[in-house]
């Protein structure tokens, strides 16, 4: 047959062309007979297209996706299931991919597509954030993804916006999955069988895939790992869930990835991941292998994320680093010499949390940077821009280019209009004053 028909609309969606086999069928690129709109069908096997696989679409088809504000993530979510006459197995309807603006990490690092880059820190850093924001609406709608690993993402490594694929292996949380995860990103006790996947187990797994996009190999994969001549399931079960060992490992150097060839992973975790980022990966790598409760919540992820992504800064060799607004000397992962800081935005974020956002020519501040941690927004206009001074190369003013009249206290407390469409020099010790919220002008 060459058309799939849809359960719940009877619309008919002509078969295209075949677009990739995997493990539980076949996807094509159809189009609809009403239209001439084109998607995507997943037609499952006779193996993978059980009642209880076809109850679990049905079911993500009448929630429908997750609800999003952030317009750069983009779920496919299964639309409505199809069927085939002659033919005892379903499949289901979803969006098309645009192949020509997203991409996985695996064919960027392996140079498949040779029109896409690496994208920059401060790109990869809003990719993240997305990755987490993604998974957090996944959580609070009751589900669990199941299945995260490096081939259910794919990304426009310029502008950050993500695709989150392969959505009909998400079920209610806790409840019974058709698949478990592959070896590589599956939390241990999921592999050992002695969990379900869930929320927890997803923590873990997006820690995994989190790993992977910055450093480009396994955190378990080592010279212990190295050993084994032959990787099966025997023995990925044993590395990645009954003995697994993060290769940087604080105190257990037995599966070190120094002195591997190539050296890749070792010089990307030394040059290209932040303190706060390594600290992160420590974390949930030793203590929250083993322990669900320590490895840590998606809003402290957020939160890191967040702040890389506002801290992009140049060095003098034109490199683009990443500061994660702590910790100092940033030391470019390129030439490793140290990048002088700027002045920054102070902002307070509730009683106990505050952003740093430095500030050169150029940079635009936009309304969610200034909020909760919890705020998300779709595509916003910028609040203000940095300029350089119009009379002084050595001294940047910020620009309030908001509909909103704001208010400029400087250092020695003298309060100024801070119109929309005016510009003040940036000094140490000043603040801004927008509504309530009183934005602090600091040195590093």
């Known amino acids: 047959m060459d058309h799939f028909k849809g359960l719940d609309s009877n619309r008919i969606y002509h078969k295209k062309k075949l677009l990739g086999k995997g493990g539980q069928g076949s996807v094509f690129l159809v189009e609809d007979d009403l239209e001439g709109a084109q998607y ?14 076809k109850e679990q679409i049905q ?12 317009d750069g993530i983009h779920f496919i979510w299964p639309m409505e299931c199809v069927t085939q006459e002659g033919n005892n197995s379903f499949g289901y309807v979803m969006p098309l991919i645009d192949t020509s603006v997203f991409t996985s990490m695996n064919r960027i690092i392996d140079q498949r597509d040779k029109q896409f880059l690496q994208p ?7 990719i993240c954030r997305r990755l987490i924001t993604a998974l957090d609406a996944i959580h609070i709608s009751g589900f669990a993804y199941c299945d995260i690993n490096a081939g ?7 502008n950050g916006a993500i695709v989150i694929c392969d959505n009909d292996n998400v079920v209610i949380n806790n409840c019974r999955p058709s698949i478990a995860g592959v070896w590589e990103f599956m939390a241990p006790e999921v592999g050992l069988g002695n969990s379900r996947p869930n929320a927890d187990s997803d923590l873990y797994s997006v820690a995994m895939l989190i790993y992977f996009l910055w450093m480009w190999e396994h955190p378990m994969y080592g010279i212990k790992a190295d ?12 590395i990645y869930c009954e003995e697994p060992i993060f290769v940087f490992h604080p105190t257990d150097k037995s599966n070190t990835a120094i002195g591997l060839e190539p050296d890749t992973h070792v010089r990307r975790w030394y040059r290209m991941c932040p303190p706060r980022l390594k600290t992160l990966f420590i974390k949930i790598f030793t203590d929250g292998v083993h322990n669900p409760s320590s490895r840590p919540r998606l809003p402290e992820w957020k939160k890191l994320f967040q702040d890389m992504e506002a801290n992009e800064v140049t060095c003098q060799c034109g490199a683009k680093n990443v500061w994660d607004g702590v910790n100092k000397p940033l030391m470019c992962w390129r030439c490793e010499k140290e990048i002088k800081l700027p002045l920054c935005l102070s902002i307070p974020l509730g009683r106990y949390e505050k952003r740093v956002m430095l500030l050169s020519t150029g940079k635009e501040v936009f309304g969610s940077q200034l909020n909760s941690l919890d705020q998300e927004v779709a595509t916003e206009k910028p609040l203000a821009v940095v300029e350089l ?22 250092p020695d407390n003298s ?17 801004i004053r927008i509504g309530t919220q009183e934005i602090g002008i600091v040195g590093v």
Not at 227 to 238: F, H, P, W
Request: hydrophobic share 45%; glycine share 8%; aromatic share 6%.
């Open 40 to 53: 995507a069908v997943k037609w499952y096997n006779k193996a993978a297209g059980s009642i209880a696989q």
């Open 59 to 70: 079911a993500l088809v009448a929630r429908g996706a997750p609800p999003i504000l952030d």
């Open 120 to 126: 920059l820190q401060a790109t990869l850093s809003r």
């Open 152 to 158: 259910n993402i794919m990304m426009d490594p310029v």
């Open 227 to 238: 050993g084994y001549r032959c990787l099966d399931g025997v023995v990925r079960s044993k």
């Open 389 to 410: 001074h119009p009379k002084s190369n050595k001294h940047l003013i910020l620009r309030n280019i908001s509909e909103q009249n704001w208010a400029f206290i400087g």
């Open 415 to 431: 309060e100024h209009s801070f119109d929309s469409g005016v510009a003040r020099v940036l000094v140490p010790g000043a603040k």
